[in-house]
């Protein structure tokens, strides 16, 4: 027994004396008035008290004090401890049993509150350890991803900065040496005009693919800061698709394209130059991931719920279908992280299609992969709504509802 218990004990021993002693003198004053019921339910209430605030041991002391006095000054004859009628022997006994188990019964309900109480500030120990891991450990792999997105990016900016930086310089140094050698030097001219024209046509090339690389880092950061502001007005589709095919025409010389517009498909209230980027995300990923001189199909129609979809199929490695919502994360490339049996392995940033997600998602829209029509490959549809037609301009009907348009390049 510590020394606080110990401590506790004796206050206890002297609190149940002093209760009983205060007790008795009080009904002794009035004993005209009082019964020997009136007297034992008050002496109870002192062992109850006595056992609810200091235990079991204190209360056995109080129900034996409380049985003396009891006799002494209440039970005949008065003033001794002699009983003289048997009714109060058995009043006596019924006290001093009923004393004990009220005080042994109290007690044991304090000690189970304590025990219960104990219990919760065990819980809510446990509890805040466990929360406290549970954040070292959404920290550690926070950080754990944070590397990764970092490893990811470092190895993007590596590729996507310095091929493009690379085929440039080559392609600058290469002319300018010839031209000092044909102007400085006054020797013959190397190049003819075709390789002229095919070095600065790389130049081109490579700075439009830095010029997207960094356009894209620039889209996908405003789209995960929620700062994508998009210009909505009515378009046409075919008028879409027209600008977004022009700009694929270098990507898709070694592929045949087709174009399937369905018939009376309406006008959209969407930002055409950043659904146009889309169109030509997906293009650009069926042409890097599809062999050379096979068919990507371009088509659109009219979707569900006030909805047009557009979709893009390639004839490529089909992606499997657990990893077919994995594609739309950033940094994510399916061949590069092994998650397909393809040979085809272009590199990049793997944020074209993260930012492709943004941006119909900005528009209300959704995007997914699923299963081809028919043979293998890929096929990517987007969904946009529709807009409100009730603020559609007065166009001709061939602008809000074309004819079908099946169109073949290459």
């Known amino acids: 027994m510590t020394s606080v218990q110990f401590q506790k004990s004796w206050t206890g021993y002297l609190v149940a004396a002093s209760g009983i002693a205060a007790t008795t003198a009080v009904l002794s004053l009035f004993s005209s008035h009082v019964n020997a019921t009136t007297v034992a339910l008050a002496l109870l209430l002192v062992v109850l008290l006595v056992a609810t605030w200091y235990g079991a041991r204190p209360a056995v002391v109080a129900s034996v004090l409380g049985v003396l006095c009891?006799?002494?000054?209440?039970?005949?004859?008065?003033?001794?401890?002699?009983?003289?009628?048997?009714?109060?022997?058995?009043?006596?006994?019924?006290?001093m049993v009923t004393a004990i188990t009220v005080g042994h019964l109290s007690a044991r309900a304090k000690r189970r509150a304590e025990e219960a109480d104990a219990g919760r500030r065990e819980i809510e120990r446990l509890y805040e350890e466990l929360r406290t891991a549970f954040?070292?450990?959404?920290h550690a792999e926070a950080l754990k991803q944070?590397?990764?997105?970092?490893?990811?990016?470092?190895?993007?900016v590596t590729h996507d900065i310095r091929t493009p930086l690379t085929s440039i310089k080559a392609s600058v140094s290469t002319l300018l040496e010839e031209l000092q050698s044909s102007t400085v030097r006054g020797g013959p001219v190397t190049l003819d005009t075709d390789a002229r024209r095919e070095m600065l046509e790389v130049i081109d090339e490579e700075s439009d693919r830095l010029n997207r690389?960094?356009?894209?880092?620039?889209?996908?950061?405003?789209?995960?800061?929620?700062?994508?502001?998009?210009?909505?007005?009515?378009?046409?589709?075919d008028e879409i698709l027209a600008t977004v095919l022009k700009r694929v025409e270098p990507l898709t010389r070694n592929h045949h394209v087709r174009v399937e517009i369905a018939n009376e498909i309406p006008a959209v209230q969407v930002d055409p130059r950043a659904?146009?980027?889309?169109?030509?995300?997906l293009i650009d990923n069926a042409v890097?991931?599809?062999?050379?001189?096979?068919?990507?199909?371009?088509?659109?129609?009219?979707?569900?719920?006030?909805?047009i979809q557009i979709a893009v199929e390639d004839q490529g490695q089909t992606i499997p279908r657990e990893i077919r919502e994995r594609i739309f994360d950033k940094f994510f490339r399916a061949t590069r992280d092994?998650?397909?049996?393809?040979?085809?392995?272009?590199?990049?940033t793997g944020m074209g299609l993260a930012v492709a997600k943004g941006i119909v998602e900005a528009h209300g829209g959704s995007i997914w992969i699923e299963d081809k029509r028919e043979g293998v490959g890929t096929r990517a549809v987007f969904s946009l709504p529709?807009?409100?037609?009730?603020?559609?301009?007065?166009?001709?009907?061939?602008?809000?509802?074309?004819?079908?348009?099946?169109?073949e390049i290459n």
Request: hydrophobic share 45%; no cysteine; net charge negative.
């Open 70 to 95: 009891f006799n002494h000054f209440f039970l005949p004859p008065f003033g001794t401890l002699a009983i003289a009628a048997p009714d109060n022997w058995i009043a006596l006994f019924a006290f």
């Open 135 to 138: 954040e070292r450990a959404s």
């Open 146 to 156: 944070s590397e990764k997105l970092k490893s990811a990016l470092l190895d993007a």
């Open 213 to 237: 690389f960094v356009e894209g880092l620039i889209e996908l950061a405003r789209i995960e800061a929620g700062e994508l502001r998009l210009r909505r007005r009515w378009g046409v589709v």
């Open 275 to 281: 659904v146009a980027e889309v169109i030509f995300t």
């Open 288 to 307: 890097k991931y599809s062999p050379t001189g096979t068919n990507i199909l371009i088509s659109a129609q009219p979707g569900g719920d006030e909805t």
């Open 338 to 348: 092994g998650d397909t049996g393809d040979s085809i392995q272009p590199k990049g």
């Open 386 to 407: 529709i807009g409100d037609l009730e603020n559609l301009p007065e166009r001709s009907p061939d602008v809000v509802a074309g004819p079908a348009m099946f169109r």
